[in-house]
């Protein structure tokens, strides 16, 4: 596999943690006990972190694309593992 494929999948894994951590770890001000600026959403965060996010987000990034990366090397889980169509009268089994 080639290193720019290796990249992109590791983006692609990097945006979709990323969004998937977002609500965890934030409060909001009902929850946090302080006082909401007027116009203030009650939804909106108050310690909204980017960083911790992002740091996140690339931990787990590394890891999934460490797992799919050697997955692609050894084959573990196929294609043909994961087919759950009915197979037409008379296929051969692979």
């Known amino acids: 596999m ?3 494929s290796i990249s992109a999948i590791y983006f692609l894994f990097w ?3 990323a969004f998937v ?7 909001t001000a009902d929850e946090s006990g302080e006082a909401k600026v007027p116009g203030q959403a009650d939804s909106a965060p108050v310690n909204f972190r980017p960083g911790r996010v992002a740091l996140r987000a690339t931990i787990i990034a590394a890891v ?9 090397q ?3 889980v196929t294609v043909t593992d ?4 009915p197979k037409p009268p008379g296929a051969v089994a692979r």
Do not use: C
């Not at 951590?21 to 409060?27: D, H, I, K, Q, T």
């Not at 999934?64 to 692609?72: C, D, E, P, R, S």
């Open 21 to 27: 951590m977002l609500p965890f770890g934030v409060r």
């Open 64 to 72: 999934f694309t460490g797992l799919f990366v050697a997955n692609y």
């Open 82 to 85: 994961i087919d759950i169509l």
């Open 15 to 17: 945006v979709m943690s």
């Open 74 to 76: 050894y084959g573990w």
């Open 2 to 4: 080639q290193i720019t």
